[in-house]
């Protein structure tokens, strides 16, 4: 997500409150009309912008755009990832609301009412969606009809400080990884003011899921919640049982984002975190120790990725689709995303695109995300998925404690979430 899906919140609210206000008065003046498909809501997208490095990331798709087409600009606007998902729905219903907004594989039911089938766009514009990444479209399909244009795909992964293992004596993981091998690694790095793991409070953020579904057990089937199934309640007890028994992270608290882990790993702090590709930059850049990644461990070893990743929708409000169309497929080009996966270390939506992300990177990383890619499958959800995650950072707390059991916390929020 996001779980905010891009980046960790590494600036104070006020930094944030300053950036954005001068980037946004900079973009809106710039952009009315500036596109040549449509007026001024075709060629504005409400999104989130959680920080400078969520910002640079749009002004990546804008800039590579423009190599083809030097006129063309969005205007952009929103509030950080985790307000998004209840502001977009108000924002879309005020006048002069933006024609373009993003939305995620894992939340595409949950804004289902807010966007419009793109299929008779597509079809009309000779556009050939199977040029995206598979478990993307089946991720952004709802009630059959695509919703979305994937700009990413991103199968979620396990990062590890390799000075740390080293340390340690601890070999480093690779393509096949198991949870028993895993558990035993994490105790050896345990030690010295050092966590084996960093772990944040969410679910689809936290090890529990995704640790769930490299064992091939997900949370949804036949588009219900299916939350109490005795494979994702062993494995998200696995991960309670890595903190509250075995002593080998810290509990996190509920009110913890995704930079609290992030921080943790970076500076030393915890030997191995599971987190998305969309932090491969910052990781590997800024963390005090080398690191590598492997897949998600797995009872097996032999590892399902969970794959996430976020698209370019229409608002159904939205008065000139075509030209808002238009303005997606701009961004949306192997070309363009090819180039921001370069730049910015998102995976391309587009599997031709893949090799530019890989482009300067270890070979065995990209063998890694190839291998998920390749295996992986869309984390799909439900519409009342955002309360599921905010009830799991509520109670998860007492599972990283283990005062109240996964089977407790997933039954609860199964009852109150349908």
Not at 75 to 98: C, I, Q
Not at 268 to 296: F, R, S
């Amino acid at each position: 997500m996001s779980n905010n899906r891009f980046t960790g919140r590494l600036l104070t609210a006020a930094a944030v409150a300053a950036l954005a206000a001068g980037t946004l008065s900079a973009c809106g003046s710039s952009s009315a009309g500036s596109s040549s498909d449509g007026g001024k809501e075709a060629s504005s997208m409400y999104t989130w912008i959680t920080n400078d490095s969520d910002r640079a990331q749009w002004q990546a798709f804008v800039d590579a755009a423009k190599e083809k087409d030097p006129e063309f600009n969005l205007a952009l606007e929103g509030p950080s990832f985790n307000d998004y998902w209840t502001k977009v729905k108000t924002r879309l219903s005020s006048s002069g609301a933006p024609c373009i907004i993003t939305t995620q594989a894992a939340r595409t039911q949950e804004l289902k009412d807010l966007t419009v089938p793109l299929d008779e766009l597509a079809k009309s514009n000779n556009i050939d969606v199977s040029m995206y990444n598979k478990a993307m479209i089946d991720g952004l399909t709802v009630d059959g009809t695509l919703r979305g244009i994937p700009y990413d795909a991103e199968p979620v992964v396990l990062y590890y400080n390799k000075d740390l293992l080293a340390a340690a004596g601890v070999k480093e993981p690779t393509l096949s990884y198991t949870t028993e091998q895993f558990s035993a690694d994490l105790k050896a790095l345990t030690k010295e003011g050092v966590t084996g793991l960093a772990v944040p409070p969410g679910f689809a953020s936290g090890p529990g899921l995704a640790l769930a579904f490299a064992n091939g057990n997900e949370p949804v089937k036949d588009a219900k919640l299916d939350l109490t199934n005795a494979g994702l309640v062993k494995d998200q007890q696995f991960a309670f049982d890595l903190v509250a028994k075995e002593k080998v992270a810290n509990a996190p608290q509920a009110s913890d984002g995704t930079d609290v882990p992030e921080q943790q790993f970076m500076s030393g702090k915890a030997a191995m975190i599971i987190d998305g590709p969309w932090m491969y930059e910052t990781l590997t850049t800024k963390t005090q120790g080398k690191v590598g990644i492997a897949v998600v461990p797995s009872d097996s070893g032999e590892s399902t990725g969970m794959i996430q990743g976020s698209a370019f929708a229409i608002a159904a409000s939205c008065k000139d689709k075509e030209a808002a169309f238009k303005n997606i497929m701009k961004i949306t080009t192997p070309e363009v995303v090819g180039a921001v996966g370069a730049a910015r270390g998102t995976v391309p939506s587009v599997d031709s695109a893949v090799k530019d992300w890989a482009a300067n990177k270890p070979a065995s990383d990209v063998a890694v995300v190839e291998a998920l890619l390749k295996s992986g499958r869309p984390l799909v959800t439900t519409p009342s998925w955002n309360q599921v995650e905010t009830t799991f950072s509520q109670y998860s707390g007492e599972g990283f404690r283990g005062s109240k059991s996964a089977q407790e916390i997933l039954s609860t929020i199964s009852n109150s979430a349908k």
